[in-house]
Each structure stands twice: as C-alpha cells, then as structure tokens.
C-alpha cells in the first residue's frame, strides 16, 4: 500500500509507478538514509514526541537492517518507489507498527535533502585526496625536472623557454584552487535540512539542532522552505567538478601532445597506454584521451541540474529527483579519472633531450635578444624591430640566434658585442627569470614549497 493510499480511490497505473520510482540509483544512499532515520528517531524520544522504548527498538531495528543490506541480505522493493519507503516499509515489517511513528515530524522532503547532503558531503573530503594525490605526483615531477629546459606557447607556438618543473607548477597550481572551490563547497553544505518537514517544519517539538549535531553537521539551515528546495551544495559542487575536469582535460591534451612523434617530450609507460588492432607501431595515450572525453560528461551532469533547476517553484516539485542521477555519475566519473590519471603521469619518463632539442628551434629567446638591447638603453619597441629583423635574416641564412654570426648582429645594430651569446643561452634565458612565479630554478623551487606545504596541511589534518 502507498504512503498517500488514503488520499486515492485507484493503485498507481504500473507505468507511472515504474516512472515515478527512484529506488534503482537513490539506492546507493542507504547508510544515509538509515543515520538520518537514527538521528530522528534519537531526537523524537528524548523530545517525548515517541516513548523513549518505541525510539530505541526503531533505532535497533533500522542498525539490523543497515547490517543486512551491506551483508547484500536485502532486495529493493520497485513498488516501496525509493530509498526511504524501502527501508522504512522494511522496518515496520521487521518490527511492527512502532516503524509507523518513525516518520512523526518529517517529510520525505527534508529526509531526501539530508540523504543527499550527506552523501555529497562525504565524497568530496575522498575527491580531495585524490587530487592532494596527484598534487604529490605534481611536486615529485618538478624537483626532478628543475633544469628540464623545454619551449613554453602561446597559441601552440613555441613562445619563451621554460621548464618541465615550472609547466607541473602551472597545474598544481590549478589543482589547489579546484581543492579549495571543494572546501568551500564543503563549508557552505554544512547546514542540516532535516527537520524542516515537507516545507513549514512541524507542530511537534522537534529539535532540528539535536538531529543536526548528530549527523556532523554544524548547524540547521535556516529558512524550511529553502531547505527542502535547495540544491545549490549539488550544482556548486558540479561546478567545482566540472573545473577540475576541465584542468585535467587540458593537461592530458599537452600529455596527448608530448607523447606523439611529433613532439616525443614524454614517453608513456607501457602500463598506461594502449596499442592498435591493425597498426603494430602504436602505442596510444587512450588514458588521456578518455579523461579528455569524460571531462564532457561531468560537465553535463551540471547543465543537467542547473537546467532542472532553473525554472521551479517553492518549494519541492517532483522534478529535483532528476538530481541524484547527474550527480553520481559525476561522483563515480571523477573519482574513477583521478587515480588513473595519477598513475599514468606518475610512471611517464620525461625525455629532455627532446625538450631542450625543439627550445632550440623556434627563436623563443627573441624576447631575451630584445631585453639584452634594453639594457643596453635602447627603448624596447625599437629593441623589439631589430630582433624581428634579426628572425628574418636568419630564417633566410638557416641560422639560430644561438648560431648567427657576431658580424650579422652588429649589421643591425652595433650595441650588440660577444656576450650575446651569453645572454641567448636557454639557461640564462631561464634562470634570469627570477621573478616570483616564474622559471627560475629557485623560483620554481618556491613554488615547489608552497604546494608542498598546501599538501601537507590537508594531509596532517
């Protein structure tokens, strides 16, 4: 029989009770849903709303039935629709009409935010160490690679040089602020919506701070209609998600780069790459190409619920059960790229050789032959035309900067004498950028030491 079963003259039509039902995916928040019914129950007798006996043989009979389902004792029920029918339905089976007081003063409304909350709530402390992990991984690249000169770009051209150590900083930076977005997602979920009933809260004594402290949460949420209504802790938590795939994305198509025979800066462990079904010779980063991809599908999962949520009411409207789905797909995808895209950036071998071979190539110490004029006192717009000069006359000659003889430079301008050289040489061209932040050995080493330190803050907490 349906909870609302007084109300009808018909049984639900078959169809839209398959339709209706929720129980194949909201079944994986049982254990929330079972502390959020233990904390109720707790309250409901000590605030004399239940005898303190009815609440105890609740609560005893809600801990067997927690036991059997992570036993795989227990069947779901279609008809019993989701999580919270199921398991009180069995609870009242198991212990007779005491499992109908349970549900005195809630709603299905506050007890599937609080489910959902507390899900959420504990996924993203395990998706944070999961990228404090590869943060690990991050720092471990960089101090090996502190002299790794290779080409940074802009618009895929090769620009300035820089080092590998300095390009695994840029992403360990990105990968703090997405750890950062998550705490924040974090601290602003941390208000308990149990409690505020279907959407007015209750005429019963209900203690909304007992329940609150009982499920680790810091405190109520405040207004009962937003509470039941709210999903914004699930949208900024895609978000955050969603920006975190898109930092990986972006780095595993600079792996998907390096590794190609085109660059070959990097070489994948054979472990993490995968071969062809006709071509012998390949070897593919499909590593990198899936997290790539699936970067699309959690982004989805947020437009998914910004678009479910854009357009509703106060308070609870039946459409917000298209929420658990996007979001534990998005859960499942993240946690399922992270640790892999770990390992494969952990076992790759940097090839230096390869990276300081193309940072000879291109004139990326073009800017550092214009700041060498600079300081010389020439004004650097005019510094800038001589070395665009420069390019082209050894584009036509088949010479470098590096290579171009003394007497071609001083045909341009005579500021120029024999500690060019000096001053072009990738080394210095790197190491001369001390600038906080920047490619220097010990600038970069500072970065190092921020991320380090970061890390070790959260990891000791």
């Not at 720092?139 to 618009?155: D, F, R, S, W």
Request: proline share 3%; with cysteine; charged share 25%.
């Amino acid at each position: 029989m349906k909870l609302w079963a007084g109300r009808f003259q018909k049984e639900t039509d078959t169809l839209v009770n398959d339709f209706n039902s929720s129980i194949a995916f909201d079944a994986r928040m049982y254990k929330e849903d079972i502390a959020g019914s233990i904390a109720h129950a707790t309250m409901l007798g000590k605030q004399g709303i239940i005898e303190e006996h009815e609440a105890e043989k609740i609560i005893e009979g809600l801990k067997v039935i927690l036991a059997d389902i992570d036993a795989g004792q227990v069947e779901f029920s279609l008809e019993n629709e989701d999580i919270h029918m199921n398991i009180e339905t069995m609870l009242t089976q198991r212990i007779g009409d005491t499992g109908k007081r349970l549900h005195t003063g809630r709603s299905r409304n506050d007890q599937v935010a609080v489910d959902f909350r507390l899900y959420v709530k504990q996924e993203i402390p395990k998706i944070i160490n999961m990228v404090l992990d590869l943060e690990k991984v991050l720092i471990k690249k960089a101090e090996a690679n502190l002299e790794t000169v290779m080409p940074g770009y802009t618009h895929l051209q090769r620009a300035q040089p820089t080092t590998f150590a300095h390009y695994m900083m840029a992403y360990a930076n990105m990968l703090r602020r997405d750890v950062t977005r998550l705490e924040d997602c974090l601290e602003r979920m941390d208000e308990c919506p149990l409690g505020a009933g279907a959407l007015a809260t209750s005429t019963y004594p209900v203690d909304r701070f007992q329940t609150a402290a009982a499920l680790g949460f810091k405190k109520p949420t405040d207004n009962s209609m937003d509470s039941v209504s709210d999903r914004d802790f699930a949208i900024e938590f895609l978000s955050a998600c969603s920006i975190m795939m898109m930092h990986l994305s972006r780095f595993s198509e600079e792996i998907i780069l390096w590794c190609s025979w085109e660059f070959k800066y990097v070489e994948l462990d054979d472990a993490y790459s995968t071969g062809s079904s006709i071509m012998p010779q390949k070897k593919n980063p499909d590593v990198a190409e899936l997290v790539r991809g699936k970067t699309g599908r959690v982004y989805g999962s947020l437009i998914t619920l910004l678009t479910v949520m854009k357009g509703l009411p106060l308070a609870y409207n039946k459409d917000m059960q298209e929420d658990k789905e996007p979001v534990f797909d998005a859960i499942d995808t993240v946690e399922m790229c992270l640790p892999v895209f770990t390992s494969m950036l952990d076992t790759l071998t940097v090839l230096p050789k390869n990276m300081r071979k193309a940072a000879s190539g291109g004139f990326i110490n073009a800017t550092d032959c214009a700041d060498y004029l600079t300081k010389k006192g020439m004004p650097f717009r005019e510094a800038y035309m001589i070395v665009g000069r420069l390019v082209n006359l050894c584009i036509k000659a088949g010479e470098t900067l590096d290579t171009l003889p003394l007497k071609d430079f001083r045909s341009i301008s005579n500021l120029f004498e024999a500690d060019v050289y000096q001053a072009l040489e990738l080394k210095t061209c790197v190491n001369g950028r001390k600038v906080y932040g920047g490619p220097a050995k010990e600038a970069v080493e500072q970065q190092i030491s921020n991320i380090k330190a970061f890390v070790e803050e959260r990891v000791h907490e």
